[in-house]
Nanobody, 125 residues
Framework: HVQLVESGGGSVQAGGSLTLSCAVT????????VAWFRQAPGKEREGVLG???????SYRPAVKDRFTISRDSARVTLILQMNNLKPEDTATYYC????????????????????WGQGTQVTVS
């Protein structure tokens, strides 16, 4: 079973950038669908960006043209690049993975994911 550990969170002013990393141990994310989720206080956990095994992408409209998801060639690190951050992006961010292909409309469904990181806090002021 893979384990996921996020890092890179922090505090930033509106308009700034942050890069979140999700390190994978116990295997690689080859043949895994992956995604980043976030949860603000008092709100449901929501999908931000998801990436299927074949590279298909789903994203939350609110982050379009600001956030990108990528993974390294060895499939042991998942990256979330966040630019032009807004106060409404403040949340705990989680990476997630599941060892199966997901069609695009399932990529941001939290109930489809099996493995989760512990989360990293992002605060935008």
């Amino acid at each position: 079973h893979v384990q996921l550990v996020e890092s890179g969170g922090g505090s930033v002013q509106a308009g700034g950038s942050l890069t979140l990393s999700c390190a994978v141990t116990g295997g690689s994310l080859r043949r895994y669908s992956v995604a980043w989720f976030r949860q603000a206080p008092g709100k449901e956990r929501e999908g931000v960006l998801g990436l299927d095994t074949d590279g298909s992408l789903s994203y939350r409209p609110a982050v379009k043209d600001r956030f990108t998801i990528s993974r390294d060639s060895a499939r042991v690190t998942l990256i979330l690049q966040m630019n032009n951050l807004k106060p409404e992006d403040t949340a705990t961010y989680y990476c997630a993975a599941v060892p199966t292909a997901l069609t695009w409309y399932f990529l941001l469904r939290r109930d489809k994911y099996e493995y989760w990181g512990q989360g990293t806090q992002v605060t935008v002021s």
